[in-house]
């Protein structure tokens, strides 16, 4: 492997992780959305 190689390994590592979180962030954004809309359905 490659000095280069092992750097787009790392970045693939990092964006993979960025996609986690933000997917993770994104689904209970919306759990709190669906939570509100039920609020104010009651």
Do not use: C, P, W
């Amino acid at each position: 492997m490659t000095q280069a190689d092992h750097q787009k390994a790392g970045q693939n590592q990092t964006k993979k992780r960025q996609l986690l979180q933000y997917q993770g962030i994104v689904g209970v954004f919306s759990l709190y959305k669906v939570r509100d809309r039920r609020h104010e359905k009651g």
